[in-house]
């Protein structure tokens, strides 16, 4: 599923992971992924975040409190991403491929994780002033189009 991800979203995800294991839970959430793209300081994503004024010291700050709010369990080895955190990677790879991108990019997941209202990660960066078009039009003049294969629907 990670083969089109590039290395920068990879480390997203993997901190998504180890965030939700260091707090206890079942799932890997939305909220895991927006933690994974707070602490990734380079990539496109991070350059967006920059161009709207978003301080990352607060955004982690927010995040790290909703996760504490959700119930923990003991240790779980493998865990598997929620139902919305699946989403927000099918998301990703909507938006990598309608930007005639190759890869799966923290921009994208950026954009995954703004896609549907009604998610939790959605709200905290609207609650920051972000809005998915204008995040989008961002995108687009930091990372314009690959050349090479796009990103196929079955990945």
Do not use: C
């Not at 707070?38 to 790290?64: C, S, W, Y």
């Not at 779980?76 to 799966?104: D, F, M």
């Amino acid at each position: 599923m990670f083969e089109r991800f590039s290395h920068h979203a990879r480390n997203v995800m993997a901190r998504a992971n180890q965030e939700a294991q260091q707090f206890g839970h079942e799932v890997i959430s939305t909220e895991h992924i927006l933690w994974g793209l707070a602490k990734e300081v380079t990539g496109v994503a991070a350059a967006v975040l920059e161009h709207f004024d978003v301080d990352l010291k607060p955004l982690r700050k927010a995040v790290e409190r909703l996760l504490q709010e959700r119930s923990t369990k003991e240790a779980v080895e493998v865990l598997h991403p929620s139902e919305r955190a699946r989403a927000v990677v099918t998301y990703a790879i909507e938006e990598a491929r309608a930007l005639h991108h190759n890869y799966i990019g923290t921009e994208h997941l950026l954009l995954g994780l703004m896609h549907d209202s009604e998610m939790v990660s959605a709200q905290v960066l609207a609650n920051l002033g972000l809005n998915l078009e204008a995040v989008r039009d961002e995108v687009r003049k930091l990372a314009p189009p690959s050349h090479g294969p796009r990103v196929s629907q079955s990945e």
